[in-house]
């Protein structure tokens, strides 16, 4: 069974660029989350996808935007980087929606806006 | 608007004795917690959960406690080894939603 994968692992991108971001989901599962943590703090959610449609939304400008594939991976989009954007970007996968709180995590991506 | 908060960024025990890490919450939906552990370089991983219909959920050396009443919960970890060196995470969903709502921490440091 494979587990969740994210790519790239580093990125380094310049204030007023646009991101992509990629998450494999675990073998089996429909529903994709993505989460923003900021150094110091605890994960945010920005969104989650479940049979390519948004599900869900958290407190994140539309410049944050997503994807997701007929094979569950996802992508996350960021638009017009702000400094603060910078932080670590998780994906995490479920089974499907209904079981959305257990949710399996990727290593993430550290993205870091100069 | 931070809904669950872990107000000991650090927590620093002897190997085999108990740590207890603490959790508060504000929102009245929320029905299901969950500690998550992480390493660095590595995603938060599950650890162990508990259900609003119960008080207490024990998986080996780890037991989680909930007080509905006071909106806390806790998790010991009982004895303490030094892989359990982490930042451990708490998390909240409420009913049908779909998203999990995080603390910002708590690094546990074991000494040997």
């Known amino acids: 069974e494979t587990g969740v994968t994210q790519s790239p692992t580093h990125l380094i991108k310049t204030r007023g660029q646009q991101v992509t971001l990629r998450c494999s989901s675990q073998s089996g599962h429909n529903t994709v989350s993505w989460y923003q943590q900021a150094l110091g703090q605890g994960p945010q959610f920005i969104f989650q996808?479940?049979?390519?449609?948004?599900?869900g939304r958290g407190n994140f400008p539309p410049r944050f935007s997503g994807l997701q594939f007929p094979n569950y991976s996802s992508e996350l989009n960021v638009n017009a980087l702000e400094l603060d954007d910078s932080a670590l970007y998780l994906c995490?996968?479920?089974?499907?929606?209904?079981?959305?709180?257990?949710?399996?995590f990727g290593p993430g991506t550290r993205l870091t806006v100069t | 608007d931070q809904q669950v908060k872990q107000n000991s960024p650090s927590l620093s025990v002897q190997e085999g004795r108990i740590s207890i890490l603490n959790c508060d919450y504000t929102n009245s939906m929320f029905d299901y917690f969950l500690w998550y552990k992480k390493y660095p370089a590595e995603g938060p991983t599950f650890l162990i959960s508990i259900s609003s219909i119960k008080d207490k959920n024990e998986d080996g050396r780890f037991t989680v406690f909930l007080n509905k009443s006071a909106k806390h919960l806790s998790l010991h970890i009982v004895p303490s080894q030094p892989g359990d060196s982490a930042v451990y995470f708490c998390a909240a969903s409420a009913w049908n939603d779909y998203k999990l709502s995080f603390g910002a921490g708590t690094t546990v440091t074991v000494r040997a």
């Open positions: 995490a996968s479920s089974l499907d929606r209904a079981s959305s709180y257990e949710q399996y």
């Open positions: 996808y479940y049979r390519e449609e948004e599900n």
